[in-house]
């Protein structure tokens, strides 16, 4: 899926700052590391830095999965093991909607998320502009 989705290329061509330097995310173990990819240190020995390191950025990559869990909460039919089927619904189409409402719903009344970087979410006209 990753290859499918040319993300590593995209990241190479685009993910610098206005500065012109490399701006990365921060993925799974899973993923491959790049420049414009950051992972978990993995191998050997790890030193106190690399350890604190790791749980820091556990923590961070933590809180995105909360956002997928307040999709599937506030919108069940999005349970893909339960209700949705490839190829006999629109699961993208279903999902990216669901992924709008709920940021508005945050937009209204904050998440987690918000909370845990003690960040205000934009307002829904600055949202929807």
């Known amino acids: 899926m990753l290859a499918d989705s040319q993300l590593l290329h995209d990241l ?3 993910a610098y700052n206005p ?3 490399a701006v990365c995310v921060y993925g799974d173990p899973a ?3 790049r420049v414009q ?3 978990p240190f993995r191998y050997g020995v790890l030193t106190p830095q690399m350890q604190q390191y790791n749980t820091e950025m556990s923590a961070v990559r933590s809180s995105v999965e909360w956002l ?3 999709v599937i909460n506030s919108f ?3 349970d893909f093991k339960k209700d949705l089927k490839l190829f006999l619904s629109s699961v993208g189409k279903i999902y990216v909607v669901s992924v709008i409402l709920r940021n508005a719903m ?3 009344y904050g998440n987690m998320t918000s909370e845990f970087f003690d960040l205000r979410p934009p307002t829904l006209d600055t949202y929807f502009g």
Do not use: E, I, S, V
Request: with cysteine; charged share 15%; proline share 5%.
């Open 19 to 21: 500065a012109g330097q």
């Open 68 to 70: 997928f869990g307040d």
């Open 31 to 33: 993923y491959p590391l």
């Open 37 to 39: 990819m950051q992972g």
């Open 106 to 108: 945050t937009c209204l």
């Open 76 to 78: 069940k039919f999005n």
């Open 12 to 14: 190479h061509r685009f």
